[in-house]
């Protein structure tokens, strides 16, 4: 059934629960409003509840790089989107089916993405002349027809949040930002959700400041109150999205960061080593650093560094000196650590470094997200420094890659590049908790023996040196930048010996290939007229667009690549199945380039490098587009 | 990891790695390494426990010929690799090694970082004033108007003292040496050990090839007694060869002076009694230039505190103590959870 179809006859067929509300299969929220609305939070309560509800969920907040823009200008709006669904959904939703909008420039930065006949929440204490026109409007965007095929509801937010905190001793300023939990009260009751875990969040975080604990409490407990009583239009109803149907298990939310940071303990713990994290703030990579210092009990060494070069050198020491060395960083601070990568490629220690991407060059959109560092993962540093690249797609699949990033960088006695990207650190989606103690042990093995030691003895599988540390009785060595010989690991200026030791260090990474899953296809068949290659973040997007084209009887697949580098075995093989390779990327096309030049296959590229998420019906339209070609 | 004493006292020469020494002969690197081996061997250090970090330059080879754990590294990052070596094994005894362009110019920032936070090793900066490896261009503790391959005409910008550097960066064991001053070299490096955080020591050392006799007018048998004076706490702050010169603080002003000793009535009542725990007095010992003055040796500075590590570590305990680990499992479990059956 074409897909306008389906959208017609569910707008026609308004199924109701017992209590008279309207069940719908899922929705798209999007709120928005000034940086100080508070957004961000109204998104991230409003996520919790949903997840509590049951639904499934997947998030994007989106917000300026400025902490506090000027108020009221559209470079300071700030906006949180959810899709949530009584069904798996994998993307924040290609377009709100309802837009909260705080003032008139959210109003003007995102109505256009409001699908027709959505449903637009304004808050008309916010719309006042000079509002308006900060926003860029000429007129007034209620008096003309710019809303006119949206279904629109008007309330003065500001003034009702502050009649339901009069009687609580707060300031004006104060009762004021109370307004963005008026709004979520408001979005409660529209969508029945429960208000008692934001009461709860509220008295937790406000609980040395009871007053304003109290004053958000109230205001959140009058929006939904709001709702329930005023003479709302008419076409505005409640409604209600059920449960969605997931595997049995616990269940929680969560983002990216936290999937990351708990992935790296369980990784530890399954090596047996401390985790020393040296770091230096960046956007938005920080969040891992907090988390992370907040472990101190599993003997987890946090480090605030100078610099990212200190944060990835003591890193570096801290694994010279038997630790499970971390850094964590985003694009422009990797490129300052591409120096001390080399030299964790040469002495062979194991370190891992997160990147959190970010939209580049250079300092770019630091809050938008972005996948163009993978030139840089893979080819970004001097000499032949080959290292192990992996890439999550999404903020479950973090904790995997993050444990197995721990894996390969122990087993291989290598640095390790674990690409995340900005968009799944912040992003949140339900998580069924997994079971550490389905994760099998690898615990490292430092070297003890004195007979014959020497620093780069190799293991003769894995291609891996011996990890002897300070302390150890016997095993007293040097290593260091330059080039060791082959049979001493002393250091030599020998060019064959060089040659070897090159090659041995490529062959070690590129050996991983058979320590790693054959890649396959994540739907469709194994070859035919089309694959979608995805890497990253895309991940949701790109299955759902070629699922909706499958359905339409066409012929393409889709196949994610995890594990950038070394490929899987099997790759080039499957890639060749198929008369045609569109790899879709948030950047202007470095996955594809990698494709062609390791396997000289005509793939195509699909850039979007808009700093936001790919919207699924883009994504389909490109595919049915390029189908024809 | 324990730290055990080993069996048998180990001479110098057991500190030595059997890898060639591959400095130009009669480099001052020579005797830095013989009396830090000395050092090592006074103080019955163990070579398992010990190791030596070492950025990029001549200074820097210096790990690769003691038979102790060391780790090489790349230009100016020493202070950060060594410092995530004592946070993850704070019972290492770790140097760190590296010359003026090393930690001065590219590295300038990690000296700078290491020192302040205090963490406990030994950081020693072996200043030639030149870019040794790179073939001689002038480095940042280069005096104005050096003439080296990239200043033809002479170096035209302002040089740094190392040891006001490491002052102003609140290192709190400050002291400076000469390569070739073997009889107290050990010594002091015995007392940088011992210095409970980060210990400074520039050791003043001649390069050869590039920039040989850069200090002979203070180094030169013949001028040791009046161009250096040597700090020593509670003594006075003679020189000269009777010690018949002294520093004394001009009356009236906040300015050291050099003054002779029955002349113009001074006494030796006058003369400044060395106080290494004030630090304003400190910088002015460390910033005497040559030659209206002699060079200060010795310690300079030492005002111990709490180290970095120590406390890094004392508040893991302590955060270890308030709400000890819980299994991975059920640390993910804490928050809002919900059930699907
Ligand atoms: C990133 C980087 N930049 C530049 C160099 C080249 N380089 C090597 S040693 C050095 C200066 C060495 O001077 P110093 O630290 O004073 O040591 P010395 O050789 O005098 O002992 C330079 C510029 C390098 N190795 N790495
Ligand atoms: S160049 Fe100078 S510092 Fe380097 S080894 Fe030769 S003499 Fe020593
Ligand atoms: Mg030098």
Not at chain 1, 121 to 140: M, P, V
Not at chain 1, 194 to 221: C, H, M, S, V, Y
Request: proline residues 6%; glycine residues 8%; aromatic residues 8%.
């Amino acid at each position: 059934m074409p897909t306008n179809l389906i959208g017609t006859m569910a707008t026609q067929l308004k199924e109701t629960d017992e209590s008279g509300r309207e069940i719908l299969d899922s929705v798209v929220i999007r709120f928005a409003g000034d940086s100080g609305d508070g957004m961000q939070l109204t998104g991230t309560q409003f996520t919790q509840s949903t997840a509590l509800m049951g639904n499934d969920l997947s998030t994007f907040p989106d917000f300026p790089a400025e902490i506090r823009a000027p108020v009221g200008t559209t470079y300071g709006v700030s906006a949180f989107q959810i899709n949530f669904a009584s069904h798996a959904i994998k993307t924040p939703g290609d377009a709100p089916d309802v837009l909260v909008a705080m003032n008139p420039a959210a109003l003007k930065v995102h109505l256009k993405d409001l699908v027709p006949g959505g449903t637009l929440i304004l808050n008309l204490g916010a719309f006042n002349a000079r509002n308006i026109e900060k926003a860029g409007y000429k007129e007034s965007p209620l008096e003309d027809n710019t809303l006119d095929s949206y279904r629109v509801i008007e309330i003065d937010i500001s003034k009702m949040t502050l009649a339901a905190v009069e009687h609580i001793d707060v300031t004006q300023k104060e009762a004021l930002r109370a307004k963005n939990l008026w709004t979520l009260g408001l979005m409660c009751w529209m969508y029945d959700r429960d208000r008692q875990p934001t009461i709860d969040w509220l008295n937790q975080r406000f609980g040395k400041l009871p007053l304003i604990a109290e004053a958000n409490i109230a205001a959140l407990n009058a929006g939904h109150a709001f709702g329930e009583t005023a003479e709302l239009p008419s076409e505005i109803s409640t409604y209600v999205v059920p449960k969605a149907k997931v595997e049995p298990g616990i269940y929680r939310a969560v983002t990216g960061v936290e999937t990351t940071c708990w992935g790296l303990l369980t990784g530890a713990q399954k090596a047996g080593l401390n985790i020393f994290f040296g770091s230096y703030p960046i956007t938005p990579a920080s969040p891992l650093l907090h988390s992370l210092s907040n472990l101190k009990a599993y003997g987890v060494v946090t480090f605030q560094a100078e610099d990212e070069i200190s944060a990835v050198c003591s890193a570096l020491g801290a694994s010279y000196a038997g630790s499970l060395g971390i850094t964590s960083s985003s694009g422009p601070g990797v490129a300052l650590k591409s120096e001390a990568l080399g030299l964790a490629v040469v002495t062979e220690l194991p370190l891992i470094i997160v990147n959190f991407q970010r939209a580049g060059p250079s300092t770019g959109l630091p809050t938008k997200t972005e996948q163009s560092d993978l030139y840089q993962s893979v080819y970004g540093r001097n000499g032949d420094t080959p290292m192990p690249v992996i890439a999550a797609s999404t903020a479950s699949d973090c904790y995997d890659c993050a444990i197995e990033a721990v894996r390969l960088a122990t087993k291989y006695m290598t640095p390790v590049m674990f690409l995340n990207e900005g968009f799944l650190a912040n992003a949140a989606e339900p998580w069924k908790l997994p079971d550490t103690d389905d994760v099998e042990p690898f615990p490292v093995e430092f070297a003890s023996e004195t007979e014959g030691f020497h620093p780069y003895l190799r293991d003769e599988k894995t291609l891996a040196r011996n990890w002897a540390i300070p302390g150890t009785e016997g095993l007293e060595h040097r290593i260091g930048g330059i080039e060791k010989d082959y049979d001493s690991g002393n250091i030599s200026y020998d060019s064959d010996n060089h040659h070897k030791m090159t090659k041995v260090r490529a062959q070690k990474i590129l050996g991983i290939a058979d320590d790693i899953p054959e890649q396959e296809v994540v739907s469709g068949n194994n070859s035919g007229k089309m694959v979608v290659v995805g890497w990253g973040s895309t991940f949701g997007a790109i299955e759902q667009a070629t699922r909706r084209c499958q359905e339409d009887g066409l012929d393409v697949s889709h196949i994610h690549i995890r594990y950038i580098w070394p490929l899987a075995r099997n790759l080039g093989e499957l890639l060749k199945g198929f008369d045609k390779i569109l790899v879709p990327e948030m950047n202007n096309g470095q996955l594809v380039t990698l494709l062609r030049s390791e396997y000289l296959v005509p793939a195509e590229s699909l850039a979007q490098i808009t700093g936001q998420p790919f919207k699924v019906s883009d994504l389909e339209r490109e595919i049915r587009s390029r189908m024809e070609d | 990891m324990n730290v055990q004493s080993p069996p048998v006292a180990l001479k110098p020469n057991d500190y030595a790695s059997d890898q060639e020494v591959r400095w130009c002969p009669g480099c001052g690197d020579y005797a830095i390494v013989k009396a830090v081996q000395k050092a090592l061997s006074n103080m019955g250090a163990d070579p398992k426990n010990t190791v030596f970090v070492s950025g990029i330059g001549c200074a820097a080879r210096f790990p690769y010929y003691m038979a102790t754990y060391g780790f090489h590294t790349i230009h100016g990052r020493a202070p950060a690799v060594a410092t995530g070596v004592k946070l993850a094994n704070p019972d290492l005894d770790v140097w760190v090694i590296g010359g003026d362009g090393d930690m001065l110019s590219i590295g300038g920032n990690h000296t700078l970082h290491v020192l302040r936070r205090n963490i406990d090793v030994q950081v020693l900066l072996f200043n030639n004033e030149i870019y040794g490896l790179t073939k001689g261009q002038y480095s940042p503790t280069s005096k104005v108007g050096t003439r080296s391959p990239s200043t033809p005409a002479g170096s035209v910008d302002s040089p740094v003292s190392a040891c006001v550097f490491a002052l102003g960066c609140n290192a709190r064991f400050v002291a400076r040496s000469v390569d070739t001053n073997l009889k107290v070299l050990p010594g002091l490096m015995q007392e940088a050990k011992e210095n409970t955080g980060a210990s400074f020591v520039e050791i003043l050392q001649n390069c050869i090839v590039y920039n040989d006799g850069v200090y002979s007018s203070f180094t030169d048998k013949a001028n040791i007694a009046d161009g250096q004076v040597v700090c020593e706490h509670g003594k006075p702050l003679l020189f000269g060869k009777e010690n018949e010169k002294g520093l004394r603080m001009t009356p009236g002003k906040m300015e050291l002076e050099v003054v002779t000793i029955g002349e113009n009535g001074v006494t030796e009542a006058d003369i400044l009694i060395h106080d290494e725990t004030n630090r304003p007095l400190a910088l002015m010992l460390a910033g005497m230039q040559p030659p209206n003055f002699p060079v200060a040796m010795g310690v300079i500075f030492r005002d111990p505190g709490p180290s970095y590590d120590a406390a890094v570590y004392d508040q893991i305990a302590e955060m270890t103590e308030k709400s000890p680990a819980i299994p991975i499992n059920e640390l993910m479990h804490k928050g809002k959870t919900w059930t699907v059956v």
